[in-house]
């Protein structure tokens, strides 16, 4: 690897330094394929102990998990604890599980971070897990009470009396919907609306996600996508890699109609993040206790920030608000960074957001800052694809985004990378990694 350019120093007196041993994920699949039969706890398993293979860890030396989720099945809603268990942790380690809808991996990881930090922990697993092939799907509310009351009521006639009141309209389900409960508005519509306002059109949107596929595939064809592992799924066969990178043609994908403003809505199927399931682990270590056990750290998690705006109008420009905030805190600039790694939600997201990122005036009128922090170049952004093309398990993907960061930096020779993620209640959040000296 190249030797890294800048020599800025990121390490905080009294702090521990918290570094990244290892980050694994299964393949993440569309949803309604080879994973359609299994449950959240059992794609977080296999990440899990996709992890304790690849490091050899004593499960007994992990002080602590927290994984992300965003849509719980109701059997298992502290999901990181089914899944320890089953993946053979020790009884003896907490586990608990953070929602925070697409940042939730990301807000396990800083949750360990700080716990290392603190020095409460040595050792912390954070993860993700999402699996849209099922989710909970709750009788109306009428029909919940009744079912409530019908448990409590102790005669036969106070039974019959319950059940001749159930009407037609009882049985309709309420169906859990990716839209915002303040707004009732869906993620798409606030993309398009997004697109919209900073004149993004069609064909960029489909030449950006066509970038991404093509980036994704290069990868996958280069064995440069080396968190993903093996998942011998009970029943079916082992699923090796992601199956939603498909690059496409300009042609198919201009022959597409809008998904959500119809008909003249510029966010398709093709330029969208795709529904999926998938789940990520990682090991987190302070880094003596790491350096202790012989291991090799892959990189520094240093700096981090959330921020949230209004969920209208800015629901999805998050990178935005967060990037020139880490950038400061850090007391870096966007030229020192080398890799940049930001979620991709939809095509027209992340166009928007290196347009406001490339803005003065955004800069000064939204923001309250006196001049741009500027674009990221495309030549060191989402090289080796991204949501757009690899997938998105709401829960899992930062986990992604930190561990493909510290890859590249080491592929690239850089030294510090950007990570960031917009998520649904307007939210968002940027980290700085930096490679571990090698």
């Known amino acids: 690897a190249v030797q890294p350019k800048s020599k800025k120093t990121l390490a905080k007196s009294g702090v521990k330094n918290v570094v990244v041993v290892e980050g694994v994920r299964i393949p993440f699949l569309q949803s309604g394929t080879s994973y359609a039969d299994l449950m959240p706890h059992d794609l977080a398993r296999a990440a899990l102990q996709g992890l304790l293979n690849r490091t050899s860890v004593p499960r007994d030396v992990v002080d602590y998990i927290v994984y992300g989720t965003v849509i719980q099945e109701v059997k298992t809603s502290n999901v990181a604890r089914e899944a320890a268990l089953g993946a053979g942790f020790s ?51 009428k029909m919940r009470k009744t079912m409530l009351t019908l448990n409590r009521a102790k005669t036969l006639g106070q039974k019959l009396s319950l059940l001749s009141k159930i009407r037609p309209d009882y049985f309709t389900p ?52 080396l968190d993903v592992v093996p998942f011998k799924v009970p029943g079916k066969d082992t699923v090796t890699k992601d199956n939603g990178i498909r690059p496409s043609s300009m042609e198919q ?20 993040s795709f529904l999926t399931d998938g789940a990520s682990a990682i090991l987190l270590m302070s880094e003596e206790k790491a350096l202790a056990m012989g291991y090799k750290p892959k990189a520094y998690l240093r700096d981090f920030v959330y921020v949230s705006q209004d969920p209208k109008d800015q629901l999805l420009l998050g990178p935005t608000y967060a990037t020139p905030k880490v950038l400061e805190k850090a007391g870096l600039t966007m030229a020192d960074i080398d890799v940049f790694e930001f979620h991709e ?81 307007g939210q968002g959040h940027a980290m700085i990694v930096e490679l571990y000296p090698q």
């Open 253 to 272: 994908m201009g022959k597409l109609k809008p998904a959500f403003v119809k008909p003249y809505g510029t966010v398709t199927a093709a330029n969208s």
């Open 174 to 225: 309420e169906l859990p919907a990716v839209a915002e409960f303040s707004t009732s508005e869906t993620m798409g519509h606030s993309a398009d609306r997004l697109a919209a306002a900073f004149a993004i059109s069609r064909l960029e949107q489909d030449e950006y996600a066509l970038r991404s596929h093509t980036l994704a595939k290069r990868a996958q064809d280069g064995g440069l996508l």
């Open 345 to 425: 939600a939809f095509a027209g997201q992340i166009l928007a957001n290196l347009k406001a990122m490339d803005s003065d005036w955004f800069a000064q009128n939204y923001m309250g800052r006196k001049s741009k922090v500027g674009a990221p170049p495309l030549e060191k952004f989402n090289n080796w694809g991204g949501s757009l093309s690899l997938g998105h398990p709401f829960g899992a993907t930062g986990c992604r985004l930190v561990i493909t960061a510290a890859h590249r930096l080491k592929k690239e020779g850089g030294q510090y990378g950007l990570v960031a993620a917009c998520a649904a209640g």
């Open 91 to 141: 009884d003896k380690t907490p586990a608990h599980t953070v929602t925070m809808a697409c940042i939730s991996s990301n807000q396990a990881m800083t949750t360990g971070v700080g716990m290392i930090a603190a020095g409460q922990c040595d050792v912390v697993v954070a993860g993700g897990v999402e699996l849209m092939s099922d989710v909970p799907i709750r009788h109306s509310r």
